[in-house]
């Protein structure tokens, strides 16, 4: 904890988060900025959700600064006249630390910085500095950790730029770069420990999946934006006890349970690390083996917070990063959550706007019961496609994919019909002995 708290270490020495140890420090206060577009119109939104990120890693914000912009400063982001102005607030309202919404160069964070004179991060490592707060298990603070040194790395070498640009000579340069280097190094060498790291616990993972696969159940990954309200449904469904909280990013570790449906059916169900808009990249990468889960998952549960303002800026933001770590295919089943916090006309609309969505309340249990039903429906409409080579005096075969599902090809060759099939999942184990082999 301490190791990653110091991140953010300011000049001068005070920290940006309250970490469990110092909370009796008053917290640290932040002045918000977001830059927008001249046009953009979810501006305000992108700052409330600032607040919310800057009072979930711990600091108070005092001020929300929305800076409207063709194009970012390249020295300062927000330029020179916008940048005094600020610097003038800050010092009248006692600002510790300067939050921007937009992803700073390290060259920007450092004029910031001397401008400021007070630490000036971005949305990306606040966004870390959370999660390296709630990790938990060893491969949590593991991929935490590669995300911070990936976010680190680039802003060593911009140090480096500036420290030989200075031009100081032998004397002073060269033991400068060396300890860069050395530094450089080392950071390098700890990555490659702990992709290993990691790489071994997905393989020890991926095994487990795989016979919780040969088990026959099929797999829900619960997915949505952070603090959609997952964990609370998936206690709900499952009978688990996964921490709920109303911050962002209560959970970053995956848990799986078994999924009791109607009929006697049954699936594993899985809540995740909730997503947010513009997740950054550093942390894609790491959490690359827990969100590998959601990708191979046969019906990802999309969880969406139907009493926020703008529910589909969030599935937007879902979609985004499910196709950014290839989940962008699977099968998906909408679930608008917190309907009793909901006015009516909204839930009506949302109703109307997505007529195969479930809704819900996890928290009093409303739709609950109908949305095993969905579940199971979904999982049941699953498709599957199929390179199968079907002998001629076969017929009944091509019979019953003609009928039960879609064919996208067909051509006929000497050892019999070459088809391109997609059927529903339930139908692909008795066409197991026609898939060609040179598929
Ligand atoms: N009113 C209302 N609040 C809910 C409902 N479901 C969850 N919440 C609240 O929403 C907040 C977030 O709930 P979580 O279950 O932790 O949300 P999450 O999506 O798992 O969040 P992260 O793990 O942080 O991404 C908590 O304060 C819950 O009590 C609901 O159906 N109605
Ligand atoms: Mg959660």
Redo the contacts with the bound molecule.
């Keep these: 904890m301490t190791e990653r708290s110091n991140e953010h270490v300011g000049r001068r020495g005070r920290r940006l988060t309250a970490s469990v140890t110092d909370l009796d420090v008053t917290r640290q206060r932040a002045m918000l900025v977001a830059v927008v577009d001249k046009r953009a119109t979810d501006g305000e939104l992108g700052l409330a959700e600032l607040e919310a990120l800057t009072d979930t890693a711990g600091s108070e914000p005092v001020a929300s600064e929305l800076v409207r912009r063709e194009r970012p400063d390249p020295a300062t982001y927000i330029g020179s006249g916008k940048l005094r102005e600020l610097v003038a607030e800050s010092k009248a309202l006692d600002i510790d630390v300067v939050v921007f919404d937009n992803e700073l160069s390290p060259a920007q964070q450092r004029n910031l910085q001397k401008a400021f004179e007070c630490d000036v991060v971005d949305r990306v490592a606040l966004i870390l500095d959370i999660f390296a707060q709630h990790a938990h298990t060893k491969e949590g603070m593991l991929q935490v950790e590669l995300a911070q040194h990936r976010y680190r790395l680039p802003r060593l070498r911009g140090r480096g730029t500036e420290m030989s640009r200075l031009g100081a000579g032998i004397g002073t340069r060269g033991p400068g770069e060396t300890k860069l280097e050395t530094d450089r190094r080392r950071i390098l060498e700890r990555m490659s420990k702990i992709e290993r790291e990691l790489k071994d616990a997905a393989r020890s993972r991926s095994t487990r999946s795989r016979s919780r696969r040969r088990s026959g159940d099929p797999t829900v990954a619960i997915v949505?934006?952070?603090?959609?309200?997952?964990?609370?449904?998936?206690?709900r469904l499952t009978g688990a006890d996964?921490?709920?909280?109303?911050?962002?990013?209560?959970?970053?570790d995956s848990t799986v349970r078994k999924l009791e449906l109607p009929d006697g059916h049954s699936a594993l169900i899985s809540?995740t690390?909730?997503?947010v808009r513009n997740l950054p990249h550093e942390l894609v990468q790491s959490f690359h083996s827990t969100l590998e889960e959601v990708a191979e998952a046969d019906l990802l549960l999309h969880?969406v917070?139907a009493?926020d303002p703008e529910p589909e800026l969030q599935i937007a933001a879902v979609h985004r990063v499910l196709e950014e770590i290839g989940a962008g295919g699977n099968d998906e089943l909408l679930v608008f959550?917190?309907?009793?916090?909901t006015d009516e006309v909204t839930v009506r609309r949302l109703r109307r706007l997505h007529p195969e969505a479930a809704f819900?309340?996890?928290?009093?249990g409303s739709g609950i019961g109908a949305l095993g039903g969905a579940i199971r429906r979904a999982l049941e409409a699953r498709t599957v496609e199929l390179a199968l080579l079907v002998p001629y005096d076969r017929g009944d075969v091509l019979g019953l994919v003609h009928d039960g599902g879609t064919v996208v090809a067909q051509t006929h060759e000497e050892e019999g019909t070459r088809v391109l099939v997609r059927v529903p999942e339930s139908m692909a184990a008795r066409l197991d002995t026609f898939i060609a082999d040179d598929h």
Aim: aromatic share 10%; net charge negative.
């Design positions: 949505g934006y952070t603090n959609a309200g997952k964990s609370t449904l998936f206690n996964v921490l709920v909280e109303d911050r962002l990013f209560a959970t970053l809540d690390v909730g997503f969880v917070d009493s959550n917190k309907i009793d916090a819900v309340s996890a928290i009093d």
